[in-house]
């Protein structure tokens, strides 16, 4: 199991990822009106609007569906949104080559 992303929930996806763009030289690895996915050194950051997606860590494992029934993502991924028993909220992710 690995760290996938941390998500972010912010007003604005176009100045949110202008603002990483410029401030941590962020990559974009995808991007449209609801979320962007950023590439930071060895790290990634989704940001997400606070309708679509809570804040999250998500964390890649091939055992996903352990969690819980994946729902599949336009990306090719699949996960499910757990809660931890402190009310954060935690995706386990399964990508195609998992």
Not at 35 to 41: F, G, H, V
Not at 47 to 69: C, N, R
Request: charged residues 20%; negative net charge; glycine residues 4%.
């Amino acid at each position: 199991m690995k760290l996938h992303h941390a998500a972010l929930c912010v007003s604005d996806i176009r100045q949110a990822v202008d603002w990483y763009v410029q401030n941590l030289n962020a990559n974009i690895a995808y991007q449209d009106e609801t979320w962007a996915l950023l590439d930071i050194e060895n790290t990634s950051i989704a940001l997400v609007l606070p309708s679509q997606h809570p804040p999250h860590l998500a964390f890649e494992t091939q055992d996903a569906k352990k969690y819980g029934k994946l729902t599949p993502h336009r990306d090719g991924t699949a996960s499910v949104y757990v809660k931890d028993p402190f009310g954060n909220t935690v995706e386990f992710l399964k990508t195609v080559a998992s």
